[in-house]
Structures are given as structure tokens and as C-alpha cells.
């Protein structure tokens, strides 16, 4: 009998999988993440140009990408070998330097990009992405990613884009109107938004991806993500 042939979401789905397994098991990948987010929140607030925050983000890819191989190189050799053989520690030490070299990069590329803007007003910064409703909207459905898809981690419930605990779409859908409803300051638009959102919604239950519970699940979270968001920055 063929093997089910593999699509698009399989693989983002297997990706997904293998980055939430690297940050399972090693404990500095979550202290990267945690380092990650909050750089790139103050970079935005120092008012980093785009270019800045595009090698600010890339720098920050390949810390990830060195601290995943490395991982994946320990993995393998655990798994090869039994016994630690001299030769596969040196392959260890050899990622893990792999990973001292990408940090250390990114802490002297980000001194550089820093620096030219400390002087720079940290008000100013603040002022800048309330005053912003994309920045605002992005740090948003961010957040709204990261938690669906830690949520899903943790409940072990579908995959990370497709169907558990809670819905995603739902979640985005909703996210999305509530941040129409504070922007727009027309009624027929965010009628029209929830309606969508809802419609969104309908969708995922009628395909039986989801029940009506991870549905509301996401809707609520969306929702209550968006206004605690937009209370912070918008106050």
C-alpha cells in the first residue's frame, strides 16, 4: 500500500516539530528566545530602521540555526556511539564552539547596532509605537503565534498548524477584529471584520479540524491577548 504522499503542511508541521523538540531539550535555546524577543522589542522602540531590524533579525537566525545543529550533532553522536569516543567529543566541542562563535557575533553586532541609538531618547522609543498601529498590530499577532503554538506544545494536542488545542485561525481571526475594532472608526468595517472572523471560525469546525471548544479557545485568547496588548502600549 503507497505511503500517503506528503504535503506542504507535513513538512512546515515536521519543521515545527523538530524546532519545539530542540527547545524541549535544550535549556539555552529557551533563554535565546527569551533574549530574542526582548532585543528586538527594544529595537523597535529605539526606532531601528528597517534594514536595522532585518540584520538584527538575520544575526539572531543564524544564533538559533548554530544552537539546533548542535543540537542535532549531540543527538546523533549519543545515538552512534555508546561509549563516548574521543573523536565524538571533539565533534561535540566542535558544534558547541560553533555556537560560542554565532554568539559572540551577535553580541558584537549588536553593541554596533545599539549603540548609535543610546543616546536616542527611551520615551521618544515608546512614544513612536503607541502612536504606531503596525507596530502595535505586529508585536500582537506575534505574541498571539508564540502562545497557540506553546499552548499546542504543551497540551500535545494536533500540530502546531493544524487542528489541538487551541485554534490558530480562530485566534488570528479574532485578534484581527479586536485590533479593527480600536483602529477603524467605522462601524460597517468592524461589523464586517467580526464576520470574517467568525466565518474563519465556522470553517475550521465545518472541516472537522477543530471542535467548537479550541474554536472559542482561540477566539478568547485572541481577543484578551490583542486588549491586554493594546491597554499596554496604547495607554
Excluded at 545515538?79 to 565533534?91: C, D, S
Excluded at 531618547?121 to 498571539?144: C, D, H, N, T
Aim: hydrophobic letters at 55%; a positive charge.
Amino acid at each position: 500500500m503507497n505511503a500517503r504522499k506528503r504535503t506542504v503542511v507535513d513538512a512546515l508541521n515536521d519543521a515545527v516539530d523538530g524546532i519545539a523538540h530542540a527547545f524541549g531539550r535544550e535549556r539555552n535555546m529557551r533563554l535565546h528566545l527569551l533574549f530574542a524577543l526582548l532585543v528586538i522589542i527594544i529595537a523597535v522602540c529605539l526606532n531601528f530602521s528597517k534594514q536595522e531590524i532585518l540584520l538584527l533579525s538575520t544575526i539572531i537566525s543564524f544564533v538559533f540555526m548554530a544552537e539546533m545543529f548542535n543540537t542535532a550533532v549531540e543527538i546523533t553522536v549519543d545515538t552512534l556511539r555508546q561509549e563516548m569516543h574521543p573523536k565524538a567529543r571533539k565533534v561535540k566541542h566542535i558544534s558547541a564552539g560553533a555556537v560560542l562563535i554565532a554568539v559572540i557575533n551577535a553580541v558584537v553586532a549588536g553593541y554596533i547596532l545599539f549603540s548609535r541609538h543610546l543616546a536616542l531618547s527611551w520615551e521618544a522609543g515608546i512614544s513612536r509605537v503607541k502612536q504606531s498601529p503596525a507596530y502595535v498590530s505586529f508585536i500582537v499577532l506575534l505574541l498571539v503565534l508564540i502562545l497557540v503554538i506553546a499552548i499546542k506544545m504543551y497540551l500535545r494536542k494536533g500540530t502546531p498548524f493544524r487542528g489541538g488545542m487551541p485554534s490558530g485561525h480562530a485566534a488570528f481571526g479574532f485578534s484581527a477584529w479586536t485590533m479593527i475594532a480600536f483602529i477603524s472608526k467605522s462601524t460597517l468595517i468592524t461589523v464586517l471584520a467580526f464576520g470574517m472572523a467568525v466565518l474563519i471560525a465556522r470553517s475550521r469546525i465545518k472541516r472537522h479540524i477543530h471542535s467548537l471548544w479550541e474554536v472559542a479557545s482561540g477566539a478568547l485568547l485572541g481577543i484578551f491577548v490583542t486588549i491586554f496588548i493594546w491597554h499596554i502600549f496604547k495607554t
